[in-house]
């Protein structure tokens, strides 16, 4: 009976869904980018995120130089997409190389409409290009 009364509470955080995550390879004490798709069922918007590979982690917008951003918004239902070119997580000053073939934990940091954060993980592979771009390629001879 006590499972019962718990599940509402655990239901009730928002579900979010991060999709086919990567990060390029990089130099230790260099800085690299992370990229997926994100979706909020609920809505939500990512405020942040963090790494134990990065001295600093945060979000950047698009085009080159961009400066960090404090926040994104994620509509409900609508998936984001973090990719080269637009907006993407960035890990600056590895504390350890990344090489093909890697794997690292990236914690985004969501809130929800109602102020409340959630923290999800996700397991981000080292690559040159994302695996949804390999796939397409596959199919496009």
């Not at 009976?1 to 991060?18: E, I, T």
């Not at 130099?27 to 001295?55: H, I, P």
């Not at 990236?106 to 923290?119: H, T």
């Amino acid at each position: 009976m006590a499972l019962a009364l718990l599940a509402p509470a655990a239901l009730a955080a928002g579900v979010f869904v991060v999709n086919y995550p990567w990060a390029r390879p990089a130099a230790k004490g260099a800085n690299t980018e992370a990229f997926m798709e994100l979706t909020s069922v609920d809505g939500g918007t990512l405020v942040g995120a963090r790494s134990e590979v990065a001295g600093k982690t945060y979000l950047v917008g698009p085009g080159n130089g961009s400066p960090p951003v404090e926040r994104l918004s994620l509509a409900a239902g609508a998936p984001v997409m973090l990719v080269p070119g637009s907006y993407h997580v960035r890990l600056a000053g590895l504390t350890r190389a990344l090489k093909l073939g890697d794997r690292l934990l990236l914690v985004l940091i969501i809130e929800a409409a109602d102020g409340k954060r959630q923290e999800v993980g996700a397991d981000v592979e080292v690559r040159r290009r994302s695996t949804v771009d390999e796939h397409l390629d596959g199919h496009h001879h």
